[in-house]
Structures are given as structure tokens and as C-alpha cells.
């Protein structure tokens, strides 16, 4: 019998260990690990999956840094709540930082997360919060010295830009900037920038030459820059090839280095050596005969040589020959003349005329007019023009050429400074009240004579 109790007594140890199992083996799966999977996305400035960001766990030594394609892995990690937070250098040259992300760990799983930087509209909005929301935007440049990279400190930057106004005849154009000045750390914020158009970049620190940039927001609310300086007047070389979008090479580009002296000629082969180009953040820019100019930004060190390629737009199109038709208004049919002669109670004089007369001077085209008197007048003569047919008073009239009032000269004097070979038509009206009423003066009582003449034909630009 006692062996009988002792083999059900093992039996129901071996029932009770059977049914204990699980649960033993429960406790320990609530215990296992889990793992954090995730991808880091750039929205700020690249658009891009952001490899190099580290993904901190709040509070523990734990760290995982994103790969080329922006992937993460924290394994091993406790079952629990956590606070990740990301840092990455763009968003410390930034001054940004992004709010720690709650995760929950669960035992012997994975948990996906996916982190962004801010997007551009976010960082605008957080570094001008007194920008307009549309259509404006900021650049954080950093400034550097392009001898060693140290940040300077207290130099003006500024963004400079053209808006165009468009009217119906004309089209004007005004220069615009921004500036401000970099902070110790070499950090300088430009808010208020147009996002539309190409900004060019500037700076200048004591001692050395201007540096540029040429930065295109592309209608993005933020961008971020680095502008390296000289501080000296050290130099360095600029070298490459001119290129079309096709990659043909093309010979005899002119290559210049923007707001310097240093161009060449690009040789047989669309090769360049730009010497004695200043240090620092630069733009050279290629000219060629047929095709659109190109630009590249170069950083210059002192004594170093940087290899560029420039290239070039589209080559110009040579559109077929386009005829214009038009109807064509004589000059003297525009001005007015013509209905005037047939309509108007005055004395008209054409080319025609005027070379009839056999006029040396501008006064003897007068002697054909009734009523006209030439009386001498110190060095010249003088027109005189009768007022009253019935009586023989006569004084001088008012001059207009070519629409333009010209004042009577004083006595002794000669009178208009005119030759009779320049003339196209004269109107003489012997009273006030028969002149055309914009050109009726008080200075007219005695008449009006109105002269036009070759140098008062409007001159058309050709087209090119």
C-alpha cells in the first residue's frame, strides 16, 4: 500500500508540475524583450530619408542611429512606455528640436515608428513667428571662414532680391534686400524672404572679400545655408568644363567669377583655369553665343584648386521668319494736319511747299503766307503776322514745334532755330480763336504758327 501512495503521490507531483508549466513559462514570455523599428524622414530640408539621426530612449544610455535608407533598431528593450527623441546636425545648426515621441514596448514584439524633422512650414513658423503663413520664408545661414571653418561671429549678412511691377506700357524693376547680423556662434536668421524668386546671399568679413551664394527656395518656406568667408585676401583657382544639358563640351565659353576680375576663355575643348579668385563661397558663371547662362556655386579655399563643371541651358531656337502686317498712319495724318488743312481756317504749308520756296532761312518760308510780314530783327528777322486784314497792325505770334510750346525770343535776337530743310509742315493761324484749342495761349493774340519737323517723328526701335 505504501507503494501504492508513493506512485500516485509522483503521479499528481507529476500532474501538478505538468499543469504548473505554463504558467511558469507565462511569466517568463510577459519578461521577454521587445524592439523599437523605425524610419527617420527629413521633411526640412532634403525631402529625403535621413540617415545619421540618433533615436535616444529618454532617460537610458540606449541609442540606435539611422542607415543610408533612414532604418532603426533599438533591440533588447524592456516591455514598457518610453520617450524617443531624435537629434540630428541639421536640426541643431537649425536651433530646432522636436518633441520627444511615446512609444509602448511590447514583450517579445516589435514596435514601428516612423520620425520626421519638421517640415519647412513648421520651422518658419517657430523661428519668425511674425512672418505672414504664405508666400515668405527664412534662411539660417551659418557663417564660416574658408581658411579652417570657425564660426564667425558678428558679420552682416544679407539677401537681396528684384521684384517687377508690370503695367500696361512698362515694366519696373526695384532692388530689394534683407540683413542681419551672425551671432557668435556663426548663426544668422533672415526672415520675411520671398520664396518665388532667386535670392542671392552675401557677406563680408573684416579684412577679406565678398562671398556669395546663390540660394533658390523654390517656393519652400525654409533653407539653410552655409556662407564661408575669407578673411584675408588669400586666393585659390577655380577649374573645370563648360557643358551643354546634353554633355557636349563647348569651346570659348567666357567663365567669369561673379563680382571679380578673374575671367578667361574657355579653350577647344570648353576646359577653364579661373586664377587669383578670392577665397570663400563664390558663383562662377559660363557665356556662350546660342545658348542660356549657367552659374555654379564654388567654394574657394586659399592656395587649393576646385573642380567644377558648369553647364549651360538649352541652345537658342531659331524660329521661322514671322511677317507682320500693319496698317501705316502717316506722320503728319497722326499729329493732325491733315484733317486740320482740309477742315481748319488757316494757311498750311506741306514739304512740297516748303521747298517751292526756295527758303534759306526759316523766315522766307513766310513770304508766300497773306498777311505774313519779315521785317529784319538784329542779326536775324522776325515773322510778323496781321491781325486785322482792315488795317495794317501786325505783331509777333506764338511758336509751337512739334507740339511744344517755344517761347518768343527777346528782340535783337534771331527768331527760330530752324532750317527750312528740316521741315515737314507749318500751320499759321493769324488769330487766336482759329488755332487748335491746345494750342491756344495768351501769348497767342497774334496769332499761332505751329512747325513740324523731321527731328519730331517718333523713332522705332528695330527688333532683335
Known sequence: MAGRFASQLILYTAVSLSLAAPAFIGAQTADRPGAVHGVVFDSLITSRLLEGAEVWIESTNRMAKSDAAGNFVLSDV?????????????????????????????????????????????AHHLLCPQDPLHRVGAILAVVRSASDGQALGSVMISAHWTTYDIAESSVRTTPRSMEARSDPSGHVLLCGLPTDVALVVRGRAEGGSVAMMVLDMAGRAFARADLHLGVSTATGMVRGIVRNRNGSLIPGASVLAVGTDATVIADAFGRFSLTGVTAGSGIVEARAVGYIPGHTQTLVRPDSVQEVDIILGDSVTMLDPVTVVGEYTPYL????????????????????????????????????????????????????????????????PAYFVDGVYYPQPPLQTPSIPIVPTEILAVEVYSNLSSAPVQYQRREGVCGVILVWTKRGVPKHRASH
Open 78 to 122: 524592456p516591455p514598457g512606455r518610453y520617450l524617443l527623441t531624435l537629434y540630428h546636425p541639421i536640426l541643431d545648426s537649425a536651433g530646432l528640436s522636436l518633441p520627444p515621441v511615446m512609444v509602448d514596448v511590447i514583450s517579445d514584439n516589435t514596435t514601428d515608428v516612423a520620425l520626421a524633422t519638421p517640415s519647412p512650414a513648421q
Open 333 to 396: 495724318q497722326r499729329i493732325g494736319f491733315i484733317k486740320r488743312r482740309e477742315t481748319s481756317q488757316g494757311h498750311f504749308l506741306d514739304t512740297a511747299d516748303v521747298q517751292r520756296s526756295g527758303a534759306v532761312r526759316f523766315e522766307d518760308i513766310f513770304r508766300m503766307v497773306p498777311g505774313a510780314r519779315i521785317r529784319p530783327n538784329g542779326t536775324g528777322y522776325l515773322v510778323e503776322l496781321q491781325r486785322d486784314p482792315s488795317n495794317s497792325n501786325s505783331c509777333p
